[in-house]
């Protein structure tokens, strides 16, 4: 039988098959040997007697920061105020899940406490409708504008992102106030959310899914090359693509022959700004692996057509003639 992991708590993993049936099942030890890694929104083969996870179904889409799978589209909830909204981490998500190619949207809550709301949508929409966003504005507390954002999501399997205290569980509520999940106050001293989600989980509602997951800011871009990252901003690559040199970075300091410096006047500051931002961290990682002088050694080999355990050279045992060798040097 097929099932979806809906949650994961300890070694115990929560699934529904498509008539809603819930099973608490473990994994088969031979996935544990083979270091398979389940997660929530995997679609999994169940044992005849439904209490252990036998088999993982081809993922469409996997989201590893937080961990989640077969996702239809994120839904990034940002706050317009309290706390205030972070245009670089908002960035950060968009151009990670361009990174990842899974569709995404961008939830702007809070808007009851914007007092120029129409100038604000506006300003907004101006940065992110064009790169081909869809922006919903709402207030999940008292309920506003939610409308256009449920008929959005129908018929698709949701996961939810964003800054602790943007209002990720006050909007679940909102969609179902049956759920009653915990919802935390914004701290007066720091002005930044507190956690209230611990953990990725599917919640289901007549016609979508959700997975809420927990916020997080740890998210850093040290896995892509400098040369790369131009790739995920498509409002700068229009013009990176007329520099003079193909090894440009396009900073400030290349003005005169980087087509995006010179172009600046026409790319939104809090864009740029991102960029810049993110491709200090691709240095960063560029320069750690550039230092690696010791090549790693692999786990297997490959002998004809089988894949073998490759032993480490520290276990390795000497060769029977290297054995000889040195029993000679040492009768000498």
Known sequence: ????????????????????????????????????????????????????????IKRENFLNRPKASNIDCVLIVCSLDEPKLDH????????????????????????????????????????????????????????LDLEELTKYIQNKTIALCGMSGVGKSTLLNSLNPNFEIKTGEVSQKTKRGTHTTRHCEIIDFDNF???????????????????????????????????KYTNCLHNAKEEGVCSVVDNLDKINNYRYESYLCFLEEAKE????????S??????????????????SKRKRMSSRNTQKQNIREDNV
């Open 285 to 292: 990682y560029k320069e750690k692996i550039s230092k690696r």
């Open 88 to 143: 670089i981490q908002l960035n950060r998500y968009l151009t990670y899940l361009k990174y990842l190619n899974i569709n995404c949207a961008i939830c702007f809550n809070k808007e009851d406490l914007i007092q120029d709301l129409n100038k604000e949508k506006e300003d907004i929409k101006k940065i992110y409708e064009p790169l081909g966003y869809k922006t919903f504005f709402i207030s999940a507390k008292n309920k």
């Open 294 to 311: 010791i090549k790693e050694e692999g786990f297997t080999k490959t002998t004809g057509s089988r894949n073998a355990v490759k032993i």
């Open 209 to 243: 899914k959700i997975i809420d997951t927990p916020g997080f800011s740890c998210l850093k871009f040290d896995f892509i090359l400098p040369n790369d990252l131009i790739n995920l901003f498509d409002d700068l690559n229009i013009y990176a693509k007329n520099c």
């Open 1 to 56: 039988m097929q099932a979806q992991v809906y949650k994961i708590h300890s070694d115990f993993y929560y699934v529904k098959n498509s008539k809603h049936e819930e099973f608490v099942c473990k994994l088969r030890d031979v996935l544990k040997k083979q270091k398979t890694q389940i997660i929530v929104g995997d679609f999994v083969e169940l044992s005849d007697d439904n209490n252990f996870i036998s088999k993982l």
